[in-house]
Structure formats: structure tokens, C-alpha cells
């Protein structure tokens, strides 16, 4: 128990008006101290305060951002309690923050009371913890306190929020007969792509004899491989920028939870690298399963403090699958990921950049900030730009998201066309007929 | 939820009501307390009930006790200054002043920790208002009849003591202590028959 602001003031109160009534030889110092004086003594008479039992439930344990659940708090009560405060502490993993609710009550001995907290995933995706209640109790005459923290955690995952992507068939078409689309790459399979000149390596029993005979020259059946595509979402959480324009873990969480979602949904094969310095990655697999294991991944994307691994920049071949697509999304802000990225380009991995850009997020500064900074940010700008140059230069495509929405910029380089180098293991950028990736 | 100082559902204690009734009635009394020896005596006291009804309208609006403190310390300090001035009205002020800043800081503290929009339920507001609003009341209505049975007694024992020995405010003093002794030990043999 505490002696409460009241008590503490009664106290000081009493002292000084008794020492000035005495002193000063005035009995109305003295009258105007009597009921400070008798109040002090009023815990005396207090009943022994004990702890309410509580007990928390969670209704969901996974959430997708922008619902809410709620959580479920018992309360019983030991004693008499004039007025309990509870307050229930959420605290985001990921990104430490903390939020509290509050709710008061009088408790009788006995009494079961049943409080709801509204859980809100509004500030983003992330591990939310919930169930650490912190209790703030005070006698009937106020002049006491007691508090206490009761921790029940319990954790909810709260995976980001999945936007359709549409028109963004960066890699390969609609197939005529074997599911939806077909492997961009060519190799051994049963449907037809197309007819080439025999080249050293090829197969003998694929000769087409009759075309052969008719042009004079050796032609090959070249045909789609009979299995779709590996996709390898990088996502690079060695730096964070947030601002009003947004949060860039949280809105590449999203590009990335869009992306998987998009390509198991076709029966490819999806996996995920957390790029914070060290490589622990979920390697492609198809399926809901897969995807589910993604968005739990990506709930847990956080801001890398490790600064140790400088020199993580070579993706191990292992994790990687041949004639696979990488998407990196990125703000490029830390060297390492830019050397990451640079280095997959450099081994002819089919690379699609995911630029978002910092500046876009934090909004503009104000007029003084924005003048000495001008200068600064304008070379930090040219860096940046310098960055994506070299890339591109190296057959990575960059896609530049406005907002949060990735969907509009993929179907924008989409559109463009097939300017992506042929990738390693013979990866072209479009089936022969057609002739581009659309 | 009504924001009406008197409600349709009025003679019903609803939380917003009493919220609002306390929050403005508070400051009222203070200004009140304030403004009686104004009239009487000095205009300086026109500025001690400005202070004091500022700081407490604003520690209820804030749920910040600290103005509230201020609030009763200026108002002490004030009278401490305007006493010589008051004259023999000064000490009968000052028997009406410890109560009334007493009931002032009773019902504000009570009133600066509920939080009408932490309660889940509204019939929580009644309950919570019994639990601490009454008991505040009846703190300020004992503190008062202490005050008077104290006065009456000191006044009533002053003449038959030699002030050399005893002056008035060592008589308030012991009498306190006496009249407090007495509360408890009734309330410990009241506890122990209960038992």
C-alpha cells in the first residue's frame, strides 16, 4: 500500500499549519488543520485490501491487418475495492511500441465483473503481446493505494494486409492446357513452345525430322517445362524510414504478404528471405501452408540491429532455386542490401527491384529543416538514383510504388516490356511467340 | 450519453451529470470561500478567488490534482496574509475555511480520479459514486462537525486556563489529539465487539 497524492498533501498540510498556528501563536491555523489532521488518521479504520483474481482470453490469435478482436478480462473480487483501474498494455514486438486502454470500476467482495478490450491492429502488422494488466486499487478514504502488475501473455500475430495484384504477369503467359500459366523457361516438358535451330546440347530425340527436311537445316521442338515458377521474395529489413507517408517495414510486409499470395495462388512455388544481415530463409514451397508461413514471417519483420555481419552480401546458391524470380523490396538506404542486390544481379538471377523510396515516407520537413537539408538530401537523392542506375545497368527491374500499393507499379514495368537480361540456366524474358513478357 | 447538468433521467446519478454538476460546482464554493472577506476587507482577495477558481476549474477538466493543491494553498496562504485585516471576522472565517477547503479537496481528488470514459458500463458510474462520492461527503460532513465540537470545546475550556500556560492553539492541539484518540479507540472496541 501507498500513501496517496491526498494523503501526502494532507500530511504536509497539517504539519505546516499546526507549526504555523503554534508558532505564530493563531488557533484558526490550528482549526483549519483538524480535518487534514483527523484524515490522516482515517487507514487506520480501512479494511485490508486484496488483489481480484483475474482472467484473460484472447478471441483470435491471428489477425490480418485492419480487423480487431477482443480480448476478455475477468475480474473477481477478494474485498471491497471503492475504485480499481485496470490497464491492459499491448506492446508491438516488432516495433516496440506500447498502447494502453484503461477502464475503472468498483469491485464488491465476491463480485465477477467481465471487461472487454477492443484489440486494434491499426498501428500494423507485427507480434502483438497482449494480457499484462497493471492494477491500480484505493481504499474507501482515498488516503491509500495499492498497485500491481498481473501478466498473462498471450500473442497475437497480426499478418499484413494482402492487396491484389493485377496485370502484374512479369515472367511468363497463360498456358492453353496444363493449369494456368506456364514456366517461362524452356526444357523438358510436353507442351510445345517452338521451333529453333538445333544448337549443341540438344536433345536428338526432340529433332523435328520433317521440318528439318524441308529447310534444310536441323530443327528442335523446344518445349515449357512441365512446372511453374520459383518466386524468392527478398525483403530488406536492415534499415526502417517511417513518416506521415507511411512505414516502410509495414509497406514492404504487404508488397511482399501481395506477392506471395499472388504466386501460391497460381500453384508456384514462393519463398522468403528476411534480409537483416544474416540469411534464415523459408525456401519455396507451394500451398496455403507455405503462404501462411510466410505471413508469419513477415509479421515478425523488424528493424535489424546487427551490424556485425558486414559482409552478408552473397546469397548462398542453395537458397535460391535455378531459373527462379527475385523480388527484393528495398529503400536502399543500407549499403549492405544494396551490395546484396547487386550481387544477385551480377550472377544473372532474373531481378525485380521493389524501390521504396524513404523520401516518399517521411513527408516534408519543415521550412528551416528543409532548407539546410536541402542540399544533403539532394546528394542523398543522386546516391540513390546512382544505385538503382547500376542495377539496372546489371538487367534488374525497378519498380517505384507510389503509395502502398505495389500492384500499379509491377503492372507498369509489365507493360514496358521485356527488358530483362537473360538470367542464368537460359532464362529468356518471353516465350519466342509474342516475343515480351506481357 | 447526456451532456445536461440535470438530465432527463434526473434523481439518478449518472455520470455526466455528476461530472459536470462537481466540475462546476467546485470552482463556485471556492470562489464563494473566497470572494466572503473580499467584500468584507481587502481587493486583493478578488485576485486569490480568480487563482483559485482557475486552478480548480482547470485540475477537474485535467484530472490533475497538483492545481487543485495549488488551488487550496493560495487560498490558505491569502487568508494567512488578510487575517490582521479580517479582525475578529477572521477567525470565525477561518473555523468555516478548514472544512470548506477540506470538502473542496475531498470531492476533487475523488472527482480527478474518476474517468467517465474508462467505466465500462454506465450503472458504473453510480456505483463508483456511491463508493467514493458519498464517502467523501461524509468525510467533509465529519471533518466539519469535528471542527465545531473543537472549537466550541477550546472555546468553552480557553477562559478557565491561564493563557501562560495554555494558549488557545496548544488547546486546539491537545483537543485534537484527545477527540482523535477517542474516535479510534471507540472504532477498535466497535471492530473487536463486531468480532
Given at each position: ?174 498456358r ?6 506456364t514456366s517461362?523457361f524452356r526444357g523438358?516438358g510436353?507442351e510445345?513452345s ?29 518445349r515449357y517445362l512441365d ?204 516465350p ?7 | ?195
Open positions: 500500500m501507498y500513501l496517496s497524492a491526498k494523503a501526502k498533501l494532507y500530511l504536509y498540510l497539517t504539519g505546516t499549519l499546526v507549526f504555523l498556528g503554534i508558532a505564530l501563536g493563531r488557533p484558526e491555523l490550528m482549526l483549519i488543520s483538524l480535518p487534514f489532521a483527523v484524515s490522516l488518521a482515517l487507514p487506520l479504520f480501512s479494511e485490508t485490501t486484496a488483489l481480484p483474481d483475474l482472467a484473460a482470453e484472447i478471441e483470435n490469435s491471428e489477425l490480418v491487418e485492419g480487423s480487431e478482436t477482443t480480448l476478455h478480462l475477468t475480474v473477481k473480487g477478494k474485498a471491497k475495492i471503492p475504485l480499481l483501474k485496470i490497464t491492459h498494455e499491448l506492446s508491438i514486438f516488432n516495433s516496440g511500441t506500447v498502447l494502453r486502454e484503461q477502464r475503472q470500476l468498483s469491485l464488491d467482495k465476491g463480485e465477477t465483473r467481465k471487461l472487454k478490450f477492443t484489440i486494434s491492429t491499426s498501428p500494423g502488422p507485427g507480434r502483438y503481446r497482449v494480457g499484462k494488466f497493471s492494477l491500480c486499487g484505493t481504499d474507501k478514504s482515498g488516503m491509500l493505494y495499492f498497485k500491481n502488475f498481473i501478466r498473462q501473455t498471450m500473442e497475437i500475430s497480426v499478418f499484413p494486409a494482402i492487396n491484389t495484384l493485377e496485370n502484374v504477369n512479369l515472367v511468363n503467359q497463360p492453353l492446357y496444363h493449369g494456368y500459366y517461362p523438358e510436353l510445345f517452338e521451333i529453333k535451330e538445333y544448337r549443341h546440347g540438344d536433345s536428338l530425340k526432340h529433332i523435328n525430322w520433317k521440318k528439318s527436311l524441308k529447310w534444310g537445316n536441323l530443327l528442335v521442338n523446344d512446372r511453374n515458377i520459383d518466386v524468392v521474395i527478398i525483403v530488406d529489413s536492415l534499415s526502417q524510414a517511417k513518416g506521415p507517408g507511411g512505414n516502410y517495414l509495414h509497406i514492404a510486409a504487404r508488397g511482399a504478404a501481395s506477392l506471395a499470395h499472388y504466386y501460391t495462388g497460381r500453384n508456384d512455388r514462393v519463398g522468403l528471405i528476411d534480409y537483416d544481415g544474416t540469411i534464415d530463409p523459408i525456401l519455396p514451397q507451394s500451398g496455403s501452408a507455405q503462404l501462411k508461413k510466410i505471413l508469419t514471417r513477415l509479421s515478425r519483420l523488424r528493424e535489424s540491429q546487427l551490424y556485425v555481419a558486414k559482409k552478408a552480401a552473397t546469397i548462398p546458391k542453395r537458397v535460391l532455386p535455378p531459373q527462379g524470380v527475385i523480388y527484393g523490396l528495398t529503400c536502399l538506404s543500407d549499403d549492405r542490401a544494396y551490395n546484396m542486390f547487386f550481387d544477385l544481379a551480377s550472377r544473372g538471377f532474373y531481378l525485380v527491384l521493389i524501390y521504396i523510396s524513404p523520401t516518399g515516407l517521411t513527408g516534408n520537413l519543415n521550412s528551416e529543416e528543409a532548407e539546410t537539408d536541402s542540399f544533403t538530401g539532394e546528394i542523398w537523392e543522386l546516391r540513390q538514383e546512382a544505385k538503382i542506375a547500376s542495377l539496372k545497368s546489371l538487367g534488374a527491374r525497378v519498380a517505384r510504388p507510389a503509395g502502398d500499393r505495389i500492384g500499379p507499379a509491377l503492372a507498369e514495368i509489365a507493360a514496358e516490356g521485356g527488358s530483362g537480361t537473360g538470367g542464368r540456366g537460359g532464362f529468356k524474358t518471353g519466342a511467340k509474342g516475343g515480351d513478357l506481357r | 450519453m447526456s451532456t445536461r447538468l440535470f438530465p432527463a433521467n434526473a434523481g439518478k446519478i449518472n455520470k455526466s451529470s455528476l461530472q459536470q454538476f462537481f466540475s462546476i460546482a467546485l470552482p463556485l464554493a471556492g470562489t464563494g470561500a473566497a470572494l466572503y472577506p473580499a467584500l468584507a476587507v481587502s481587493a486583493w482577495w478578488f485576485f486569490g478567488a480568480a487563482a483559485v477558481t482557475g486552478l480548480l476549474s482547470a485540475g477537474i477538466k485535467a484530472k490533475n490534482f497538483t492545481f487543485l493543491q495549488a488551488g487550496a494553498v493560495i487560498l490558505i496562504v491569502i487568508y494567512l496574509f488578510s487575517r490582521p485585516a479580517l479582525g475578529a471576522a477572521g477567525f470565525i472565517y477561518g473555523v468555516f475555511m478548514g472544512p470548506g477547503v477540506f470538502g473542496i479537496l475531498e470531492l476533487g481528488y475523488t472527482l480527478t480520479l474518476l474517468d467517465e470514459k474508462t467505466l465500462p458500463l454506465d450503472t458504473d458510474a453510480q456505483k463508483t459514486a456511491r463508493a467514493l462520492l458519498l464517502p467523501a461527503l461524509a468525510r467533509t460532513l465529519l471533518g466539519s462537525a469535528i471542527v465545531i465540537i473543537v472549537t466550541a470545546g477550546a472555546l468553552s475550556i480557553a477562559p478557565l486556563v491561564d493563557e501562560a500556560v495554555l494558549s488557545l492553539p496548544v488547546v486546539f492541539f491537545l483537543l485534537t489529539i484527545v477527540l482523535a484518540g477517542g474516535l479510534y479507540l471507540v472504532y477498535r472496541g466497535l471492530v473487536a465487539g463486531r468480532r
